[in-house]
């Protein structure tokens, strides 16, 4: 009988510890895998969400109970009975939840799934054994609170072999790369890195047959993958956008690499947190430049403030680019925009001007057209094959792109807000007709400044749009102040706690003459 009942709780703890453990490997994984980060999700988490917290584990009191019941039979009973009440709501908790970017069960997942099973199974198998019947109200518990503390062990043991697998494929990448005869150019920034890479894909294919990273594929093993995959001794141009959010990354990338030409698109404070400082990040995205061969070439936005500033420890060739910026080689002047996209003049160093239009919004499309503009010139595209393809350019998928939902129109730029690119954003906004509405969650990853920067993106707010919905109670409070103190009305300012109620109140109350700019888009990780 004591074998049957301890089977029973044991396949019933099991049961329970499936959700916590998706839900922890999901937080995991949108923390980058990195246990700093995890770490630091973790303590906010529990801090901000304290009461939520105290009515799920109130469960907990009556686990406490069942321990000190004398009978071990009503002990069990209230184990058992709380043990059921727990994954019933569990479950329906789980059901209700509209995850923004699920759980992606990659191959690495799987590995970390295994281990956390064989992790279960040795403390389950040592507490199951070892406990008294009238403690086993200890293994709720357990089950509540083992995955997200397995998590830490768990990394220790993979980190080695995720390494170990990423050398062997990154390996083989370098092999392919070394014997391919395509010009390779890479692309680095605090922001704008994906926008341009795009705009340039489409120049350069006027005239070579050009490979780019697809997506957001910035990182080692995203290049690695496209690499060994889609890299063939047929392409001319490879285009390799570059993410880095820790001293290192870039240096890292750029000897893997080796691009012949470089573009550094903006720098500001983003991924403060892993960066440490702003002078960090700034020294990290120049790496770029600083790496390519002496015959190289860089291209450089010198609108930028930390880019201006920099000098550049390389002899090689330097093209500069910007739109405020006046001594420039490439610069964009009579900039308008409209509903159906943006027109400007080319301004060249000898005063040659030359008319461009595109679909894309924003003064910063306009700084990532140059910069590609800058490297379609270096590699020989004359100015007609220029100006076709830069007004065949479409929308970046989430970077100001407009589309027409259910009749009305939205700005789409929920990817990866930033202070820069956020402001200009509000900028287009301003220029939209209708009543202008902004729904966003806020700006992320921007270390001690985050909540200043948050502030400022508030007080924007003003004079750019009519209505702001900010979702998420708590990370919208900097953004909250900074409205109130531009005086922005507070009956047109509405904080929801979902995407979906923000969504319910732009289709009850906006019209289809209005524009609704959609302004960054967080992980569940960082959503509350």
Known sequence: ?????????????????????????????????????????????????????????????????????????????????????????????????????????????????????????????????????????????????????????????????????????????????????????????????????????????????????????????????TVREKLKPIHEVFICEMGADHVGDIQQLADFVKPQIGIVTSIGPQHLNTFGSLQNIINEKMKLIENLPSSGTGVLNMDNEHIRSYRVKNNCKVVTYGIASEDVDLRAVNLSYSAAGSTFDLLEKDGTLTPFRTKLLGEHNIANILAAIAVGLEMGITKEQLQRAVAKVNYVEHRLEVKKINGFTFIDDAFNSNPVGSSMALEVLKMMPGRRWIVTPGMIDLGEKQAELNKQFGMKMKDRADEVILVGVNQTKPILAGLKEAGFDKKHIHVVKTVKEAFAIVYSQASTVDTILLENDLPDAFNQ
């Open 1 to 225: 009988m004591n074998i049957v009942i301890r089977i029973v709780l044991f396949v019933l703890f099991s049961v329970l510890i499936v959700l916590p453990t998706k839900h922890a490997l999901h937080m995991f994984q949108q923390n980058r895998y990195e246990l700093k980060r995890y770490t630091d999700w973790l303590k906010e988490r529990i801090s901000t969400s304290f009461f939520k917290y105290f009515k799920e584990f109130i469960s907990l009191l009556l686990i406490i109970v069942s321990i000190f019941v004398n009978h071990p039979m009503i002990s069990l009973g209230i184990v058992f009975v709380l043990g059921l009440l727990i994954l019933m709501v569990s479950i329906k908790n789980d059901k209700k939840k509209q995850l923004i970017k699920p759980l992606n069960l990659t191959w690495r997942v799987r590995r970390q799934l295994m281990v956390m099973i064989v992790l279960y199974l040795i403390m389950y198998g040592a507490l199951m054994s070892q406990l008294p019947l009238h403690l086993m109200g200890i293994m709720l518990m357990v089950a509540h609170l083992s995955p997200w503390v397995l998590v830490y062990v768990m990394s220790v043991i993979t980190e080695p072999i995720e390494n170990k697998i990423k050398d062997k494929f990154m390996n083989m990448a370098k092999d392919i790369l070394r014997t391919c005869p395509a010009k390779i150019v890479g692309i680095t920034g605090s922001f704008g890195k994906t926008s341009s890479k795009n705009i340039l894909q489409e120049i350069l294919s006027e005239r070579y047959y050009s490979l780019m990273t697809p997506a957001s594929f910035n990182t080692p093993m995203g290049i690695t993958i």
